[in-house]
């Protein structure tokens, strides 16, 4: 299991429910399938960060219609968020692919500096 930064969950969320609408347990039954095991946020987690995309509007409570499960879908609002967030993302992505390219050249891996580099350059991530 890996520990994921603060944020990383609202943007799962608002990608996963910009694709389908999804309730509470799909949507962290879909994080786990997505990251191979690697990622389980815990049902408080996703409930409580469910609580704040409604209450800011960037997702919308569908109409009930199998008992009392709460479905999900992004709205107009949460698509801007979530296209704000991929930028900010990509952004962030670069700065650790850099970071990672130091902790590789302080460990005097070179050969894993230039792969890291060549990585980021591949994916058009190499800027500041």
Known sequence: MISVP????????LKMLSESSLSGTDLANQI???TGGEWAPGPG??????????????IT?????????????????GKEEL???TK???????????LLAVYSALAGRQELKA?????????GLTGK
């Open 115 to 123: 792969k890291v580099q060549g990585l980021a350059g591949s994916l």
């Open 61 to 77: 409570e569908l109409p009930k219609r199998e008992g009392n499960v709460r479905r999900y879908i992004i709205s107009g609002r």
């Open 83 to 85: 296209s704000r967030l």
């Open 88 to 98: 900010e993302t990509e952004s962030d992505v670069a700065r650790q692919l850099r």
């Open 32 to 34: 786990r399938r997505v």
């Open 45 to 58: 987690s996703i409930y409580l960060m469910l609580g704040e995309l409604l209450k800011k509007g960037l």
């Open 6 to 13: 603060k944020g990383v969950l609202r943007l799962a969320a």
